[in-house]
């Protein structure tokens, strides 16, 4: 495993971090609590030692999840989970994004109940709230670490404005924003991030399993799925076949390590990547766990990043967008 210093941070985190949305069990098909446990368990032992959720990952049960899976190995991992995506109308009607004071004070407490722990490492603002002050978000994350229930803040889908003024009032140890080989679309935001000396958390890595090689038609997904909602723009033309060109740049890299799966030419070109800090992998059994880690066997050389870089211009170019910030 590859670890990366965060800044302003006594964190020392592996270049992989376990991703739960798909073991929150809602809208990413077959998920069981065993599969997902064991999952978590084979990352932490190829050495991943940064686990994210968030709450409204299954509404609460992606975090019951991770809580059961890190019990005995609090002392191997840290995590990452979220707040401001909450459900006051009940599961069946839309989130509502909520960053007040009362709100996170409320939310704080759930997770670590959910999560069985008594601090959490990283705690993120999961989306933008135009709705309560980035000064009023922040008071309550500056007192909640001086409470010691959270050691580091970090905001999710922000752009630099919101980082900005967040940092007037506290400091943000790290971004977490949408980015792979099939969206770039965040690409200055990371650069601003890192210029600022803050470290970047990227979801989406293998584009919702649409680098992995694995998928070569487009697939007919529930209606609910997360790739047909989400992630919709990468299943859908003209972006499913502009990749599809892409992997068989991926297809030949894979062949020329001996035939690995194209998802570690995605794992390493995400993880190699120089804004990258730590790029997120959802796993949901033993088999992708495993996978995803062996690709830090290997490296990709100089000219085989360049070579899918250029790759990516001819074919996807930016890529598809997920929208980061909203007034709805």
Known sequence: ??????????????????GTWAIGADGWGDVNTKDSIEAIHAMVDNGVNFIDTAPIYGFGHSEEVVGQAIKGLRDKVMIATKFGSTWPNG???PSVRNNGRESIMKEVDDSLRR?????????????????????????????LQKAGKIRYI?????????????????????AQLPYSMVNRTAEETMQWVVDHGMATMTYGSLGAGILTGTIREIPKFDE??????????????????RTMKLLETLDDIAAAHGNVP???????????????????????????????????????????????????????????????????
């Open 1 to 18: 495993m590859r670890y990366k210093k965060i800044p302003n941070t006594d964190m020392n985190i592996s270049s992989i971090t376990v």
């Open 91 to 93: 599961v069946n009607a």
């Open 115 to 143: 999560l069985g722990i008594d601090c959490i490492d990283l705690y993120i603002a999961h989306w933008p709230d135009f709705e309560h002050s980035i000064e009023e978000m922040m008071g309550a994350l500056t007192d």
């Open 154 to 174: 970090g905001l999710s889908n922000h752009d630099e404005a919101m980082m900005e003024e967040a940092n007037k009032y506290g400091q943000v140890a790290m």
């Open 224 to 241: 609910k799925d997360r790739r047909a909602t989400f992630y919709h723009d990468y299943f859908s033309e003209p972006m499913f076949s």
């Open 262 to 328: 194209v998802a570690q030419v995605a794992v390493n070109w995400s993880t190699q990547h120089p804004l990258v800090s730590t790029a997120i992998m959802g796993v949901r059994n033993v088999a992708e766990a495993n996978e995803n880690c062996a690709a830090m066997s290997w490296s990709l050389s100089d000219e085989e990043f360049a070579r899918i870089n250029k790759a990516i211009e001819e074919t996807v170019g930016q890529g598809a967008h997920v929208k980061r910030q909203s007034k709805k």
